[in-house]
Nanobody, 116 residues
Framework: QVQLVESVGGLVQPGGSLRLSCAAS????????MAWYRQAPGKERELVAT????????SYADSVKGRFTISRDNTKRTVYLQMNSLKPEDTAVYYC???????WGWGQGTRVTVSS
C-alpha cells in the first residue's frame, strides 16, 4: 500500500531554515507529480508547493514563493522541501502527497513550529 513518511520537523527561530523530506513507497514514484501541503492551527490544509514527475517544473503558493524550494530524487523515492527565511506564519503540520491534487490518504505529517 502507499506509504508517505515525512521526516521529523521541529522548532525553528524566525529567519531560520529547515529541510523536510518525504519517503514514498507502494507506488511508482517517478510516475507521479508530488506536492507538499500544510495545515496551520485552526485553518484548512493548503497546497504549498508542487513538482512534476521529473522535477523539471515546480510551483509555489504566493506565501512561500522565494523562500521554499521543492525538489525530488526519483532514485531515492523521496521529495524534499527546503524552507528558508521561516516566519511564524509558517507554523503548521506539513504533509506530502501527490500533486497538484492529493490522491492518497494522509500520513502523520511533520510539525514545524517557527517561534523565538
Amino acid at each position: 500500500q502507499v506509504q508517505l513518511v515525512e521526516s521529523v520537523g521541529g522548532l525553528v527561530q524566525p529567519g531560520g531554515s529547515l529541510r523536510l523530506s518525504c519517503a514514498a513507497s507502494g507506488f511508482s514514484f517517478s510516475d507521479y507529480g508530488m506536492a507538499w501541503y500544510r495545515q496551520a492551527p485552526g485553518k484548512e490544509r493548503e497546497l504549498v508547493a508542487t513538482i512534476t514527475t521529473a522535477g523539471r517544473s515546480t510551483s509555489y503558493a504566493d506565501s512561500v514563493k522565494g523562500r521554499f524550494t521543492i525538489s525530488r530524487d526519483n532514485t531515492k523515492r523521496t521529495v524534499y522541501l527546503q524552507m528558508n527565511s521561516l516566519k511564524p506564519e509558517d507554523t503548521a503540520v506539513y504533509y506530502c502527497n501527490s500533486g497538484p491534487s492529493p490522491i492518497w490518504g494522509w500520513g502523520q505529517g511533520t510539525r514545524v513550529t517557527v517561534s523565538s
